[in-house]
């Protein structure tokens, strides 16, 4: 990633949403988690795949628009945080 590519995703939610819906595609969708399509309904799944997007979404958000984020979200209140309060509230 070039510093341009970092400025993009910094300023362009648009961007991180796109990336984020790639993301859960690349490493979701297209998994093992296909074989318990048989067990779950188009519905459900869709909702999984929408919450997934979602916190590929947040996570992105964090790691690149953090106030004083440096691209990787370890300045201030940055990603080790957000994973933190994640794992407190059982998200």
Do not use: P, Y
Request: contains cysteine.
């Amino acid at each position: 990633m070039n510093k341009k590519s970092l400025e993009n995703l910094q300023k362009d939610e648009t961007l991180r949403k796109r990336l984020a819906k790639f993301m859960t595609k690349f490493c979701f969708r297209n998994s093992k988690l296909e074989n318990f399509h048989d067990r779950i309904s188009q519905d459900e799944m869709k909702e999984i795949m929408i919450s997934m997007s979602n916190n590929s979404l947040l996570f992105l958000s964090t790691l690149f628009t953090t106030e004083k984020s440096n691209g990787f979200g370890v300045n201030g209140f940055g990603v080790s945080h957000h994973l933190w309060f994640m794992q407190k509230n059982g998200g």
